[in-house]
Structure formats: structure tokens, C-alpha cells
């Protein structure tokens, strides 16, 4: 079992900067892919971008060249860098991973653009 504890959120102004962070309560080196999505109100959940246990990546269309995900095995944590915010990410961020006893899901971070 893997648990997914997302941290970071908060409220920036458009054109500023927040790096999410996804906790796992167990080691993340066997999970097959670590992702995050995001779900603005009255919206469905949206995907954002992923990254494999090899390092590959893909990013939705909406963040391409402005979000960069990482993982950093040593610290069991899952980063995703935002920068160029638009008052269009506002949403609830969360955390996905797939390893090979299922799917796992954080909780969520707000992440609200605004001036």
C-alpha cells in the first residue's frame, strides 16, 4: 500500500510560480508511473502530465512548456514546477501513481491563480 500526500498549493498571482509536492509513504521505485491531474470546479478531472520509473515524460496540451514534472527516488517524492500560472490552472492538483499492486491517489492540493 502507498499512501500520497500532496503539499504546495496556495494562492499566486498570474504569472508567478508554485511547485507541488506528492509525499509517498513507501518507497516509489517500483511504481510504474507517478502523474498528476487537476479538477477545476464543475470541470472533469484533467490530466496534466506523467513521468515512467525510466524518466520519460508527457505533459497535457494546457501546460506544455510551462509545468515540469520530476521525480526524485531517494526522497519518495513526486515535484511538479509551475511556472507562467494563468488564472486557467486554477484547480485542485492531485497525485497519481501505478505500481504493481494498483492505482493510488493523494488527496489534492488548491491551486488558485488570481490577482
Known amino acids: 500500500q502507498v499512501q500520497l500526500v500532496e503539499s504546495g498549493g496556495g494562492l499566486v498571482q498570474p504569472g508567478g510560480s508554485l511547485r507541488l509536492s506528492c509525499a509517498a509513504s513507501?518507497?516509489?521505485?517500483?511504481?510504474?508511473?507517478m502523474k498528476w491531474y487537476r479538477q477545476a470546479p464543475g470541470a472533469q478531472r484533467e490530466f496534466v502530465a506523467y513521468?515512467?520509473?525510466?524518466?520519460?515524460?508527457l505533459y497535457g496540451d494546457s501546460v506544455k512548456g510551462r509545468f515540469t514534472i520530476s521525480r526524485v527516488s531517494a526522497e519518495n517524492t513526486l515535484y511538479l514546477q509551475m511556472n507562467s500560472l494563468k488564472p486557467e490552472d486554477t484547480a485542485v492538483y492531485y497525485c497519481?501513481?501505478?505500481?504493481?499492486?494498483?492505482?493510488?491517489w493523494g488527496q489534492g492540493t488548491q491551486v488558485t491563480v488570481s490577482s
Open positions: 497519481n501513481a501505478v505500481g504493481p499492486r494498483g492505482a493510488y
Open positions: 513507501g518507497s516509489i521505485v517500483s511504481l510504474y508511473v
Open positions: 513521468i515512467y520509473s525510466s524518466g520519460s515524460t
